[in-house]
């Protein structure tokens, strides 16, 4: 199983970004997929989740920021960022998480690097 994580960078506050993930090895389709973050010296935080029904929660710190979304024929799961902040910087992580007769498998992608300075 393997997610692999792209579009992370460096912009400016008010910009915008789209981070992508790529999905392989699983049926994605039926996994809730999500992003994580975690900013330097903070734990990591639940930004946004998608389930394989398509209903969506973020947190409330990225709210009417962040959207997510998913295209099932290409195992990919996107967060598209607008009006980043400073405080949105963190390192970004793809994860996948499905439940087959009461066990979990959950899988994690490596990260990628979102920093938002002028």
């Known amino acids: 199983v393997q997610l692999e994580e792209s579009g992370g960078g460096l912009v400016q506050p008010g910009g915008s970004l789209r981070v992508s993930c790529a999905a392989s090895g699983i049926i994605f389709s039926m996994y809730t997929v999500g992003w994580y973050r975690q900013a330097s010296g903070k734990e990591r935080e639940l930004v946004a989740q998608?389930?394989?029904?398509?209903?969506?929660n973020y947190a409330d710190s990225v709210k009417g920021r962040f959207t997510i979304s998913r295209d099932n024929a290409k195992s990919t799961v996107y967060l598209q960022m607008n009006s980043l902040k400073p405080e949105d910087t963190a390192v970004y992580s793809c994860?996948?998480?499905?439940?087959?007769?009461?066990?979990?498998?959950?899988?994690w992608g490596q990260g990628t690097q979102v920093t938002v300075s002028s």
């Open positions: 998608i389930s394989r029904y398509r209903s969506t």
């Open positions: 994860n996948a998480v499905n439940w087959i007769a009461d066990k979990e498998y959950e899988y």
